[in-house]
């Protein structure tokens, strides 16, 4: 293979096709880029097994041929080459050549043979949709993707493709975050995109906001065109929680904040809460205006903002900070329901509930194997030295455990989380409301779900 093409084409397509290689792997080439030149352009390829993504650029080609490079290799040495034209030589024993001006390298290359063929997908063209609706839609649902491998399905994101509308759904657990869009597409389909799949996706798009992007779908392969890429990607297989029968049908209090004020108003308020005094915001949504008031070991604050409250009042909502709760502060906002019965705004569901008893169980149990496992004296002696700091934590603990179990039959009556993002063409507002009757639980890592 003999080639040349500019610097600049070919350090761009590097690093795009490397966000589908392994870095690490007991097969060496898969953390390689495989170079395929014919005709006039420079095909590069990279491939996890899972993950595959092409692109191609135009290039001098006097020789064809294919080889496999190590990407992270190749994409130093590019990058540091002087701008200009670059030559690429690979001769038959697998020494090749790389030069620009007077740098060159020669570096060893592995046999295309090796390099593992894309699977023939089979996907048919969906839907197109633009770059920037579909960027937006992925930066606001992409952070509340869960990261527990014990439920695949969640580890991604939910597609439910309509002949006119685009839904995209994530959830963690804690948050629930969906988004809704009019498209025009060729067939429904529902399926599960890896969430590393749409985080290299959102990389890929172009500047251009209204360029198209092409995504082709069926049961097994997802695929992807924009912007000179092709990006092909397995789906997740498994049941995605079902999320349309945890959203209630009535409401009983709506507020309408603005979102520059929300932000700024917990942003002061969290000063207080670090990581290891992880208290929770208490949020109390009145007749025109919104209460925040936080307290920890490092002191006290209280907060305040005007609002538009419709229905009853919200008379507490625990939230954490650490959670994202979305800075969209000029466009749509943030919507969810409160039809519950004592006032509360309620954001807890089930499974977050038995997810809170299995991590406060975790704990109890690694507690009790360290103690057994020192003895008693090393239990007495390690209880001594935690001090009163630990002691107040393991004291909160036990509070809020006790507390959760204390309140079984609140649980059974807690509708599911939900803060829902709707499209209602208000600028600058986020809409709140509550879910369900939450009843006093301060561990709880409740959060607004940003559309």
Request: with cysteine.
């Given at each position: ?23 690490r792997s007991s097969i060496p080439v898969l953390e390689g880029i ?64 790389i030069q620009s001006g007077v740098a060159q390298f020669e570096i ?85 995109v890896p969430s590393k799949t749409m985080t290299e996706v959102s ?249």
């Amino acid at each position: 293979m003999n080639i040349v093409c500019d610097k600049t084409l070919l350090s761009a397509a590097i690093d795009g096709v490397s966000k589908a290689v392994t870095m690490r792997s007991s097969i060496p080439v898969l953390e390689g880029i495989l170079l395929k030149a014919e005709g006039f352009q420079l095909t590069l390829t990279g491939y996890d097994l899972e993950m595959g993504i092409v692109t191609t650029i135009e290039a001098n080609i006097k020789e064809p041929g294919e080889i496999v490079l190590n990407a992270k290799l190749l994409s130093s040495m590019i990058s540091r080459m002087p701008a200009g034209q670059i030559s690429i030589v690979a001769a038959d024993n697998g020494k090749t050549t790389i030069q620009s001006g007077v740098a060159q390298f020669e570096i060893q290359s592995m046999p295309a043979t090796d390099f593992p063929d894309l699977p023939n997908t089979g996907a048919e063209q969906t839907l197109t949709i633009k770059t920037g609706v579909l960027r937006d839609m992925i930066d606001r649902t992409l952070y509340a993707v869960s990261q527990d491998e014990k439920k695949p399905a969640h580890t991604g994101e939910l597609f439910e493709i309509e002949l006119d509308k685009l839904t995209i759904v994530a959830l963690d657990g804690y948050r629930l975050a969906i988004v809704e869009r009019p498209i025009t597409a060729v067939k429904d389909i529902r399926i599960i995109v890896p969430s590393k799949t749409m985080t290299e996706v959102s990389h890929l798009l172009a500047n251009d906001d209204e360029e198209d992007v092409h995504i082709s779908a069926n049961r097994r392969y997802v695929v992807f065109t924009t912007a000179g890429y092709t990006i092909m990607s397995r789906l997740i297989e498994g049941e995605f929680l079902n999320y349309r029968n945890v959203i209630p049908a009535g409401s009983r209090t709506r507020v309408t904040i603005d979102t520059k004020d929300f932000i700024s108003t917990i942003e002061r308020a969290s000063l207080i809460i670090t990581e290891r005094l992880k208290n929770p915001l208490r949020i109390s949504f009145t007749e025109g205006k919104v209460v925040v008031r936080c307290q920890t070991n490092l002191g006290r604050v209280v907060d305040e903002f005007n609002a538009q409250c419709e229905g009853d009042e919200v008379v507490a909502v625990d939230l954490l900070p650490q959670e994202k709760i979305g800075k969209h502060g000029n466009e749509d906002g943030i919507a969810g329901e409160n039809d519950g019965d004592d006032g509360r705004l309620g954001v807890g569901h089930r499974h977050l509930v038995e997810h809170h008893r299995e991590r406060h169980a975790q704990k109890a149990r690694e507690r009790k194997e360290a103690d057994v496992g020192a003895g008693e004296g090393g239990a007495l002696f390690l209880h001594r030295a935690q001090g009163k700091g630990n002691e107040q934590d393991t004291a909160d603990e036990k509070a809020q455990a006790g507390d959760l179990h204390g309140r079984e039959d609140a649980v059974n009556g807690f509708e599911h989380d939900l803060h829902r993002a709707e499209d209602d063409g208000a600028e600058d507002d986020i809409e709140i409301a509550g879910i369900g009757a939450l009843h006093k639980f301060p561990s709880f890592q409740n959060t607004v779900a940003q559309v």
